[in-house]
Every structure is written in C-alpha cells, then in structure tokens.
C-alpha cells in the first residue's frame, strides 16, 4: 500500500497508519472491517492482517476476543478482534491528528465479549463512508493472483473517516467527564465544518431494545440539545448558546437565525424482512413524535386567491431520520435512502433534511402568492378602466353628412 519499507509481516507504514486510524475511531474491530474501512482495493484481509501484526509486535494493538460472521460464499468465518493499547490510543491520535484526552479507552472488555453492538457499528460507519477501492500493492502471495480483479464501483459517501467520532458523551446534566445518570451515547457523530451536513448524530440499533428504549433515547438526545451552556440560565429560556453550540459551534445556528437542532439518523442493522422493519420504524415514529414532529402555523392567504396556507415550525425539533443498513450499504448516504419523519417517501440526504413544509418553504410560496395578487389586482383595475373609457368618447358628428347617408332615416318633403 504504497512504496515503503516492509517489515516482518510484510506491512508498509502507510497500512500501519491506516489501521491505527481506523481503530483510533471504531476501538475494536476484525481485520475485515479495517480492510473496508481503509483499504477495500486490496484481495483480502491479508494486506491489514499484515499491518495488524506489525503492530502487535510493537505493542500497540492487541486481540482479546473473536467474532463469527458469514461470509459470501454461506460459510462461517471466525475472526480475531482487535483493539488499541494505551500506546496504541496516543499513536492512532497522532494518525488523526487529535488530542490524547479524545481518544477514549482501549475497548478491551468490549474486545473479550465480543463486541456485536461495535462490530454493528463498524459496519455502520464502512456503509457511510463508502470509502472508494484503489489499486494497491498486496501483501506478499505465496502464488500470483489467478486473474486481475475488477476493483468494485461505490456510491459517494460521507467522509473523510477523521470527521467521524464514536461513544461520544451527550451529558443532559452533570459534565462531558462526568455525565449524570439519564445521559448517553452517540454510537457515531460526523462533524466537518462546510459540509453537508455539518452535524449529524447516528444511533445503531441492532433489534435487542424496545421502541420504547429506543424512543428514550431520541427524548435524551432533545434534552441534550435544549440544555443550555450557561447552567444558570433556564433550560426552556429563548435566548444565549446551547451546551452542544460549544463542542460543536461551526454547526451552531448564526445570529439571528431561528434555533435550529442537528440531525439524528437510526440505523436499522438487523437483517428483517420489509414489513418488521416498517413496524419497528413506525413504532419509534409514534413514540418519539412530540421530539421531530413540528407545529403547524396556518395564515390566510390574500383575498385575490383566497384559501389558508402555512407551515411547520422545527424550532426545537429533532430532525429524525431512519434506515436500514442493508440498504445505507447498497446505496450509500447519498441515495434515497433516507425516511425522514414527517415525510412521505425515501430521499436522498439533502432532500430528507430540507424542511419542506418549514419557514423558508412558506415564505417563498407567500412570496410568490403576493406576486400573483398584484397581478390580478392589477388586471381587475386595467378590466374596470377600459369601459369607462369607452363611455366617455363623443359620438360622432352627423354634420354635412346627407340623411341619406343614414339608413332608415325619412325625409320631410314640403
């Protein structure tokens, strides 16, 4: 993976570097994983088991557990899991260009247990990122590849893999170091300033918790979002930052603007048939409504028109998104994949996070609807103009004119 110097297991500095990267942000994962995180132009696992290796042999990864998975061919593969050490975390921070204290732990008991809920959201994170595969050097093979490989076409994703943070701390009271009971956390956060979105949150459900849990969490979430940074000031007070606008004030919204929450998008990962995955959507639809369903504000529209119109106010609602993973890895984060709550179809990222029927929508309907009363006040007095004008011409004059260049007209003979 790049013209480096080799050591014992064959890795260059550059594979070493991604895999501490990779697990610098996911804290436990296979080899596999890792690969289509990293690196997915490469054969097989071989080139990041390689890397993997190198890395153990200096201390800075280790494996503590095992993971079972299918492969393509139907066949169960039994995998080691991988984790940081504590040398490991200040080296994979350094990948990434982030301070030590961010790092988190090693993940080593989620390693020994297993780790299904973190292999979850490995995967997750691989369907977002949808990292495009590249031409590498492989590994040393102890035979040469039977045929050259067609390298596999991705959708764009949501990158790059550094604006993306795992369990991270959401303190509804108490402190980011230590939250108070009824706090959670983020399975995944993106944060990129300029980008689109600037902010989103993912939670990863895996089917082992109830709507009701997981409807929970999306009410923790709003009470994130509404504590305020000044612990002094009311949590329901309309003005000054939110708590979130300081950890991340590039998304926060600008002065002036209306108070606007960040998105949270559920990852659905259990492999279900269609209809239990639209009940379990629509289960957390329903129990989750008073946090993303907006108030409706209705105004009149000019008497020329007539009618009512209005719109959804989102202040201080939870844009809530929904997906399947099956199906955020097939198309990518940027195909109609999307179900935004309060919508009526699948969407793209961008459409599913436009409030369609919000403020911005209406006043350019309201301004289009003044613009077409001016134009019909405007026809109505051209219209009432014309015949009063017509009214007030003078007939014409029948002087010199003969009588008998008037039809029917007698003439008096003496």
Same mark, same amino acid.
């Given at each position: 993976?790049?013209?480096?110097?080799r050591?014992?297991?064959?890795?260059?500095?550059?594979?070493?570097?991604?895999?501490?990267?990779? $697990?610098?942000?996911?804290k436990?994962?296979?080899?596999?994983?890792?690969?289509?995180?990293a690196?997915?132009?490469?054969?097989?696992a071989?080139?990041?088991?390689g890397?993997?290796?190198?890395?153990?042999?200096?201390? $800075?990864v280790?494996?503590?557990?095992?993971?079972?998975?299918?492969?393509e061919?139907?066949?169960?593969?039994?995998?080691?899991?991988?984790?940081?050490?504590?040398?490991g975390?200040?080296?994979a921070?350094?990948?990434?260009?982030?301070?030590?204290?961010?790092?988190?732990?090693?993940?080593?008991?989620?390693?020994?247990?297993g780790?299904?809920?973190?292999?979850?959201?490995?995967?997750?994170?691989?369907?977002?990122?949808?990292?495009p595969?590249?031409?590498?050097?492989?590994?040393?093979?102890?035979a040469?590849?039977?045929?050259?490989?067609?390298l596999?076409?991705?959708?764009?994703?949501?990158?790059?893999?550094?604006?993306?943070?795992?369990e991270v701390? $959401?303190?509804v009271?108490?402190?980011?170091?230590s939250?108070?009971?009824?706090?959670?956390?983020?399975?995944?956060?993106y944060?990129?300033?300029?980008?689109?979105?600037q902010?989103?949150?993912?939670?990863?459900?895996?089917?082992?918790e109830?709507p009701e849990?997981?409807?929970?969490?999306?009410?923790?979430?709003?009470?994130?979002?509404k504590?305020?940074?000044?612990?002094r000031?009311?949590?329901?007070?309309?003005?000054?930052p939110a708590l979130?606008?300081?950890?991340?004030?590039?998304?926060?919204?600008?002065?002036?603007?209306?108070?606007?929450?960040?998105?949270?998008?559920?990852?659905?990962?259990?492999?279900t048939?269609?209809?239990?995955?639209?009940?379990?959507?629509?289960?957390?639809?329903?129990?989750?409504?008073?946090?993303?369903?907006?108030?409706?504000?209705?105004?009149?529209?000019?008497?020329?028109?007539?009618?009512?119109?209005?719109?959804q106010?989102?202040?201080?609602?939870?844009?809530?998104?929904?997906?399947?993973?099956?199906?955020?890895?097939?198309?990518?984060?940027?195909?109609?994949?999307?179900?935004?709550?309060?919508?009526?179809?699948?969407?793209?990222?961008?459409?599913?996070?436009?409030?369609?029927d919000?403020l911005?929508?209406?006043?350019?309907?309201?301004?289009?609807d003044?613009?077409?009363?001016?134009e019909?006040?405007?026809?109505r007095?051209?219209?009432?103009?014309?015949?009063a004008?017509?009214?007030?011409?003078?007939?014409?004059?029948?002087?010199?004119?003969?009588?008998?260049?008037?039809?029917?007209?007698q003439?008096?003979?003496?």
């Amino acid at each position: 993976m790049g013209a480096t110097v080799r050591r014992k297991y064959g890795s260059t500095t550059r594979t070493r570097g991604l895999c501490l990267a990779v $697990l610098g942000v996911v804290k436990v994962a296979t080899a596999e994983q890792i690969r289509q995180i990293a690196c997915p132009g490469t054969k097989d696992a071989g080139t990041v088991r390689g890397g993997l290796k190198d890395l153990e042999a200096d201390r $800075l990864v280790a494996t503590a557990g095992t993971a079972v998975r299918v492969n393509e061919a139907g066949n169960r593969v039994t995998e080691k899991l991988w984790h940081l050490t504590p040398a490991g975390l200040e080296a994979a921070a350094a990948a990434l260009d982030r301070p030590a204290r961010e790092m988190g732990g090693t993940a080593k008991a989620a390693a020994a247990s297993g780790a299904t809920h973190a292999r979850k959201v490995t995967d997750t994170l691989a369907a977002l990122l949808q990292t495009p595969p590249e031409p590498t050097l492989p590994g040393p093979r102890t035979a040469p590849d039977a045929a050259p490989r067609v390298l596999e076409d991705r959708p764009p994703g949501l990158g790059p893999l550094t604006a993306w943070t795992t369990e991270v701390t $959401l303190p509804v009271a108490g402190t980011f170091a230590s939250p108070a009971r009824g706090s959670l956390r983020a399975d995944l956060v993106y944060a990129l300033p300029g980008a689109a979105p600037q902010l989103l949150f993912v939670e990863v459900d895996n089917g082992t918790e109830s709507p009701e849990v997981l409807a929970d969490k999306v009410a923790r979430y709003a009470a994130f979002f509404k504590r305020p940074a000044d612990s002094r000031r009311p949590v329901h007070a309309s003005t000054g930052p939110a708590l979130w606008h300081t950890v991340w004030p590039h998304a926060a919204p600008e002065a002036g603007q209306r108070p606007a929450y960040p998105p949270v998008a559920v990852v659905f990962t259990q492999d279900t048939g269609p209809q239990a995955l639209q009940n379990r959507m629509t289960a957390l639809g329903r129990l989750s409504h008073a946090h993303w369903k907006g108030v409706w504000h209705r105004w009149p529209r000019p008497p020329e028109i007539g009618g009512e119109d209005g719109y959804q106010d989102f202040e201080r609602r939870i844009p809530l998104l929904a997906t399947s993973l099956r199906r955020l890895a097939s198309k990518g984060p940027h195909g109609p994949v999307w179900w935004r709550y309060g919508h009526t179809e699948w969407e793209s990222l961008d459409v599913a996070l436009a409030d369609l029927d919000g403020l911005d929508a209406y006043r350019e309907r309201a301004q289009a609807d003044r613009r077409r009363a001016e134009e019909i006040r405007a026809q109505r007095v051209a219209a009432a103009v014309r015949p009063a004008a017509g009214a007030g011409r003078r007939r014409p004059s029948r002087a010199g004119r003969s009588p008998r260049d008037f039809p029917g007209c007698q003439i008096d003979r003496e």
